[in-house]
Each structure stands twice: as structure tokens, then as C-alpha cells.
């Protein structure tokens, strides 16, 4: 799996890592790490990557966009009904 395929999956097309995991047949951690290395390389490209951040559906708590997976537990709430957070790709 190269980067240029995660760009041309991702362009205006919002997705989960758990969903990009399950169409790459990699693991979720996997994912994560190469979005978070595709965030540094688009950089010099003429896209940028953008983040859904994750929401408790529990409380409304809106989680940092620098997280890339589905936190476990709201720290508000301490509720596990939470939105995975989503990311896709737009031109810069």
C-alpha cells in the first residue's frame, strides 16, 4: 500500500480508520500510522489531509483532531458510545 492509493481513496471521501483498515486488510494501528506520516508528506503537495475529530454521542464531548483513532472512554463522561473519528483529503 503506497500513499498515493491512501490519497486517491481519501480525496472528498470521508472514512473512519476502522473502515480504511478493513478495505486495506491492515490493522487499525497500522492505518493511523500511515495517515499521521501522509499528513507530514502532503505538505509539499497541493492537498491537505482534514479530520472529523471523535464525539462522545453519550455527553457531546468533542475529542482532539490530532487523534486519529477511537478513543476508548469520553473523559467526561466516562461513556463508550463514541463516533470514530473520520478523515479524508481536499485540495489545498
Known amino acids: 500500500m503506497y500513499r498515493k492509493d491512501l490519497i486517491l481513496m481519501l480525496r472528498d471521501n470521508p472514512m473512519g480508520v476502522g473502515e480504511l483498515a478493513q478495505?486495506?486488510?491492515?490493522r487499525g494501528k497500522d492505518v493511523a500510522?500511515?495517515?499521521?506520516h501522509l499528513?507530514?508528506?502532503l505538505r509539499n503537495e497541493p492537498y491537505r489531509l482534514e479530520v472529523i475529530p471523535a464525539v462522545c454521542r453519550k455527553?457531546?464531548?468533542t475529542?482532539?483532531?490530532?487523534k486519529l483513532t477511537k478513543p476508548g472512554k469520553c473523559p467526561e463522561c466516562r461513556g463508550t458510545w463514541i463516533?470514530?473519528?473520520?478523515v479524508w483529503i481536499v485540495a489545498a
Do not use: K
Not at 475529542?63 to 490530532?66: E, L
Open 59 to 61: 455527553c457531546g464531548f
Open 63 to 66: 475529542f482532539s483532531a490530532d
Open 23 to 26: 478495505a486495506l486488510g491492515m
Open 33 to 36: 500510522d500511515e495517515l499521521t
Open 39 to 41: 499528513r507530514q508528506s
Open 83 to 86: 463516533h470514530e473519528p473520520r
